[in-house]
């Protein structure tokens, strides 16, 4: 007797039986017990969630010898026939193996004749994106009219590649992954009529590894009934799956908030005896990371991982290491494949959050292996300074100096820092330059490089009256990326009482955020004498931008090339003499050398 896998001896035969559709089979039953039901329905979803299985439902539903209802008998031959794949009505296409217009077209002079043995002749039609051009025009007559005796039920894990005339002649009901415990219910329902014991972590194990298909889940079920022999332990279904032991996630952050370079470099080495899939293993420690930062956010909530001491890494680890080392999780799983092996590149993602760590001695324990870390932007070139001794020097000599045992220093230095920054901030997180320094308190009014004044530059400003001085000082300034599009997209409306009045267009008013309103009047307080409140108005009469005025005066440009060019006396000849044409949008102003 031939053995039928789980995923077919379980497979739904009633409505009833499906798992986490509730929605879809709420739609299909008002449907069917109005007699209300459409020609053309489309199921999407990923694989193994039940859109060929809610097809054939309703292919009963419809043809089912007791009548049209939302509750097939299935007793009667009809039922049975569909259930078995022998319904003569009842017609499956591979649209992935049945592409081309030729196929399609056989189904639409099939589709006129009446059915053989049911009520409705069902056209189901599995990966439906997978039909060419040619295939999706020779269907849209039929699929906008069918005959009333005829019903198209199209599948697809791609909706994307549907042309929008034919989601437009279709009802369409998405499908929902399901969650671990949908599928771990329905697995332990089906153990239990299959009388084969099982631990729970087995079944959270699967569960985890099916990714919201439960068609995967039964057929990793079956898997592991075979490699374990029936025995699904927590052990063997890890092994099965390469997947590891929650606890030693745990160990790994446990390490890495400790700052301990061996006891980390020792668990990998503990976990490659296992053979463990390590993008899995950055996964999980991915997930244990998110629970962690949940729990130290949004107390409230519930945040356990199994085998991870949340509770206690989250008061270890300050909140944005955790977000830092959560990235690096995500970017070290991502550039896996490029690596020289999988397990160098894992070791590599858990250096790098090693190198990136809290290095407060009141946090966690200094490394027994120095741990290189990037000095903040503000240190990275210092002026050297004598030391009482008459010595100079940089300072990266002098800390080196420093760091010497020394038996009368009882700590501080660089350990009493909670947190070093990495020395590649965001853009938006690096200051403009501007002439004087920021943090100091007061300002020098002659800083060490020398600023700008604004009354000197070749064709630069002096003051700050017009649009036109606006627009100077804009194309003149020191302002970058985002601050200076902001400057540029601004349209100058007046400066009094120490306020500078600008106006935006309603399109770019997305630009104003705070952080860049304050680095444009950072950059604008050596030509005012101190820095201006800023405020964006709505004005009665557009104000030119800068950025429209440089658009206008491209265009103004660009006109007069033209115009100097289709003058020329030599055009003029190889146009009357020879027929010759200008191409488009191919002539160019001359900016000289």
Same mark, same amino acid.
């Given at each position: 007797m031939s053995y039928l896998v789980l995923a077919r001896k379980w497979r739904p035969r009633r409505f009833a039986e499906l798992v986490g559709q509730e929605h879809v089979v709420r739609a299909l039953t008002n449907a069917l017990d109005s007699g209300r039901i459409h020609h053309a329905f489309l199921f999407t979803g990923t694989r193994g969630v039940g859109k060929t299985t809610i097809a054939r439902i309703f292919a009963k539903s419809l043809n089912c010898e007791q009548g049209t209802s939302a509750e097939p008998c299935g007793e009667c031959a009809a039922c049975r026939d569909i259930d078995a794949g022998r319904f003569m009505d009842l017609l499956e296409i591979d649209a992935a193996s049945n592409t081309g217009v030729d196929d399609v077209r056989e189904v639409i002079e099939n589709a006129q004749y009446s059915p053989s043995r049911g009520r409705v002749k069902v056209y189901l039609i599995d990966e439906v994106h997978m039909l060419s051009k040619a295939a999706f025009n020779a269907l849209l007559k039929t699929l906008e009219e069918p005959p009333g005796h005829v019903k198209f039920l199209l599948a697809t894990t791609d909706p994307q590649k549907l042309p929008v005339t034919v989601l437009s002649r279709c009802l369409q009901f998405n499908l929902k992954r399901l969650d671990e415990a949908q599928i771990g219910g329905q697995i332990e329902k089906i153990l239990a009529a299959e009388e084969?014991?099982?631990?729970?972590?087995?079944?959270?194990?699967?569960?985890?590894?099916?990714?919201?298909?439960?068609?995967?889940?039964?057929?990793?079920?079956?898997?592991?009934?075979?490699?374990?022999?029936?025995?699904?332990?927590?052990?063997?279904?890890?092994?099965?799956?390469?997947?590891?032991?929650?606890?030693?996630?745990?160990?790994?952050?446990?390490?890495?908030?400790?700052?301990?370079?061996?006891?980390?470099?020792?668990?990998?080495?503990?976990?490659?005896?296992?053979?463990?899939?390590?993008?899995?293993?950055?996964?999980?420690?991915?997930?244990?990371?998110?629970?962690?930062?949940?729990?130290?956010?949004?107390?409230?909530?519930?945040?356990?991982?199994?085998?991870?001491?949340?509770?206690?890494?989250?008061?270890?680890?300050?909140?944005?290491?955790?977000?830092?080392?959560?990235?690096?999780?995500?970017?070290?799983?991502?550039?896996?494949?490029?690596?020289?092996?999988?397990?160098?590149?894992?070791?590599?993602?858990?250096?790098?959050?090693?190198?990136?760590?809290?290095?407060?001695?009141?946090?966690?324990?200094?490394?027994?292996?120095?741990?290189?870390?990037?000095?903040?932007?503000?240190?990275?070139?210092?002026?050297?300074?004598?030391d009482p001794a008459g010595r100079t020097g940089s300072a990266d000599s002098q800390a080196a100096e420093a760091a010497e045992p020394d038996a009368g220093d009882a700590g501080g230095g660089d350990d009493d820092v909670p947190w070093r920054e990495p020395d590649f901030p965001a853009e938006d997180a690096v200051p403009p330059p501007t002439p004087?320094?920021?943090?100091?308190?007061?300002?020098?009014?002659?800083?060490?490089?020398?600023?700008?004044?604004?009354?000197?530059?070749?064709?630069?400003?002096?003051?700050?009256?017009?649009?036109?001085?606006?627009?100077?000082?804009?194309?003149?300034?020191? %302002?970058?990326? #985002? !601050?200076? &599009?902001?400057?540029?997209? *601004?349209?100058?409306?007046? $400066?009094? /009482? =120490?306020?500078? @009045?600008?106006?935006?267009?309603?399109?770019?008013?997305? %630009?104003?955020? #705070? !952080?860049? &309103?304050?680095?444009?009047? *950072?950059?604008?307080?050596? $030509?005012? /004498? =101190?820095?201006? @409140?800023?405020?964006?108005?709505?004005?009665?009469?557009?104000?030119?931008?800068?950025?429209?005025?440089?658009?206008?005066?491209?265009?103004?440009?660009?006109?007069?090339?033209?115009?100097?060019?289709?003058?020329?006396?030599?055009?003029?000849?190889?146009?009357?003499?020879?027929?010759?044409?200008?191409?488009?949008?191919?002539?160019?102003?001359?900016?000289?050398?």
């Open positions: 084969i014991a099982v631990e729970p972590g087995a079944v959270r194990q699967v569960a985890r590894a099916a990714d919201g298909s439960l068609r995967d889940a039964l057929s990793l079920l079956d898997q592991a009934i075979a490699y374990t022999g029936g025995q699904l332990t927590d052990a063997s279904v890890a092994a099965m799956l390469g997947t590891v032991d929650r606890t030693r996630v745990g160990a790994l952050l446990a390490a890495l908030a400790d700052g301990d370079g061996a006891a980390l470099l020792d668990e990998v080495a503990t976990l490659a005896e296992f053979s463990p899939d390590w993008g899995g293993v950055l996964d999980a420690l991915a997930e244990a990371l998110h629970r962690i930062q949940v729990r130290q956010l949004v107390p409230a909530v519930a945040a356990t991982v199994e085998g991870v001491d949340v509770e206690g890494l989250a008061g270890r680890i300050p909140a944005e290491v955790v977000q830092l080392w959560y990235q690096m999780a995500i970017g070290g799983r991502r550039d896996l494949p490029l690596a020289p092996s999988p397990r160098a590149g894992f070791e590599m993602s858990l250096l790098r959050m090693l190198a990136f760590r809290p290095a407060s001695a009141g946090d966690v324990a200094a490394p027994e292996t120095p741990v290189a870390r990037p000095r903040p932007r503000a240190e990275a070139e210092p002026e050297p300074e004598p004087f320094p920021e943090d100091a308190a007061p300002r020098d009014p002659a800083p060490e490089r020398p600023a700008r004044d604004p009354d000197s530059q070749s064709g630069g400003p002096a003051r700050l009256a017009s649009a036109d001085d606006w627009y100077q000082w804009v194309l003149r300034s020191e %302002l970058k990326g #985002p !601050a200076r &599009v902001l400057a540029e997209h *601004a349209g100058f409306l007046g $400066l009094s /009482g =120490g306020t500078l @009045r600008l106006a935006l267009a309603p399109e770019d008013e997305l %630009l104003c955020k #705070p !952080a860049l &309103v304050e680095r444009i009047a *950072a950059a604008l307080a050596p $030509l005012l /004498g =101190g820095e201006p @409140r800023i405020s964006f108005e709505a004005a009665s009469s557009p104000a030119e931008s800068v950025d429209r005025r440089r658009q206008r005066e491209k265009a103004r440009r660009q006109a007069e090339a033209e115009a100097a060019f289709m003058a020329d006396a030599e055009v003029q000849r190889l146009i009357r003499e020879h027929g010759a044409t200008v191409v488009p949008d191919s002539i160019r102003p001359y900016d000289g050398p």
